[in-house]
């Protein structure tokens, strides 16, 4: 493990995830504690600390590609509670999310919007 990579990864994971992504985390360390490291240094300690764009449209690329996967819905979850940490608004993700039937159909736009109103309700219900 490379320390420097680990260390700016965790703390790119925290602004960005915040509790969301510790609890991923932490899920992983009974299974895969090795995985969870990788998780720390290559995405957030690589990716996510680049030049080149900022959080905001990082995190709108992610949940735009985790909805026309279509079978990552708790990814997608964490990740739009990333987005609006960084400061995207509800508009900005729903907008994307309707961008998404054009790309990846209806069902996985649906699927998206659906984990978008989880998200927000849990955020309203907890503010």
């Known amino acids: 493990m490379d320390s420097n990579r680990y260390l700016r990864g965790w703390e790119k994971l925290k602004e960005i995830d ?3 992504g510790e609890k991923v985390i932490a899920a992983l360390s009974g299974i895969a504690p090795d995985f969870a490291d ?10 996510y600390s680049r030049p080149g764009l900022d959080l905001k449209a990082r995190e709108l690329a992610v ?13 997608l979850k964490v990740h739009l509670h990333g ?12 907008e994307v999310l309707m961008q998404m039937a054009v790309y990846a159909g209806f069902p996985a736009a649906l699927n998206g919007l659906f984990a978008a109103r989880e998200v927000f309700e849990a955020r309203d219900a907890v503010a």
């Not at 990788?38 to 990716?47: K, R």
């Not at 735009?64 to 990552?72: E, R, S, V």
């Not at 960084?86 to 900005?92: F, H, I, P, T, Y």
Request: net charge negative; glycine share 10%.
């Open 18 to 20: 915040g509790e969301q």
């Open 38 to 47: 990788y998780l720390i240094e290559f995405p957030f300690g690589d990716i």
């Open 63 to 75: 949940v735009a590609a985790l909805t026309a996967l279509g079978n990552a819905a708790p990814q």
């Open 83 to 94: 987005a609006l940490n960084v400061g995207c608004s509800r508009q900005e993700i729903v």
